[in-house]
């Protein structure tokens, strides 16, 4: 099973930006679809955005605009840049990797997540 290792989450301001980090154990990019999800208190676990091993990219309405994801492969890192966050951003983001990014199998892993707390 892949190890995937979120990292680069933290307290921000209203209208400020982050950029989330994470690290697979080994290269993956070329064989699974990865994904960036979030989890509020209370709320379902959401993807916030998706890359598939084609290049194309996905992004929730709810953050269309000010969010990019992007791969680093040189580090190895799945990235994932949030810029002018607001309050309703806050959550556990998670980084997950599937053989496809719409249809969950029993190769799917999940990170731990980290922290993002958007707040004056």
């Known amino acids: 099973q892949v190890q995937l290792v979120e990292s680069g989450g933290g307290l921000v301001q209203p209208g400020g930006s982050l950029t989330l980090f994470c690290a697979p154990s080994?290269?993956?990019?070329?064989?699974?679809?990865m994904g960036w999800y979030r989890q509020a208190p209370g709320k379902q676990r959401e993807l916030v955005a998706g890359?598939?091993?084609?290049?194309?990219?996905y992004y929730g309405e709810s953050v269309k605009g000010r969010v990019a994801i992007y791969r680093d492969n040189a580090k190895n890192t799945l990235n994932l840049r949030l810029n002018n966050l607001n309050p309703e951003d806050t959550a556990v983001y998670y980084c997950?990797?599937?053989?496809?990014?719409?249809?969950?199998?029993?190769?799917?892993?999940w990170g731990r997540g980290t922290q993002v707390t958007v707040s004056s």
């Open positions: 890359i598939t091993t084609s290049g194309s990219t």
């Open positions: 080994e290269n993956i990019f070329s064989r699974y679809d």
């Open positions: 997950h990797s599937d053989y496809s990014l719409w249809t969950p199998s029993q190769y799917g892993s």
